[in-house]
C-alpha cells in the first residue's frame, strides 16, 4: 500500500482551508476561534482578511464563505 500524501500545504491551499484537508468548511471556522480565544496556535493562514490577526471575524468569513 502506499501511504495517502497531501500535496496541500499553507502555500498551495485554498483561502481559508485552514486546516489543509483540501475544502473550506465550518471546521476550518471553529479552528479560527479556538485560535482567537488561545486554545490553538495561530497561524498565518488563519489571517482571511489581512488585518495581521486572527480573530473571530475570520471564522465569520469563512463561514460566509461556505454559503
Excluded: Y
Excluded at 7 to 34: F, M, R, W
Excluded at 51 to 62: E, F, M, Q, R
Amino acid at each position: 500500500n502506499i501511504p495517502h500524501v497531501s500535496v496541500l500545504n499553507s502555500e498551495t491551499a485554498l483561502k481559508g482551508d485552514v486546516n489543509l484537508d483540501g475544502t473550506v468548511n465550518s471546521k476550518d471556522a471553529t479552528l479560527v476561534l479556538s485560535m482567537a480565544v488561545g486554545i490553538e496556535e495561530k497561524f498565518a493562514r488563519a489571517d482571511i482578511n489581512s488585518d495581521g490577526d486572527v480573530t473571530s471575524a475570520d471564522a465569520a468569513i469563512i463561514l460566509q464563505m461556505t454559503i
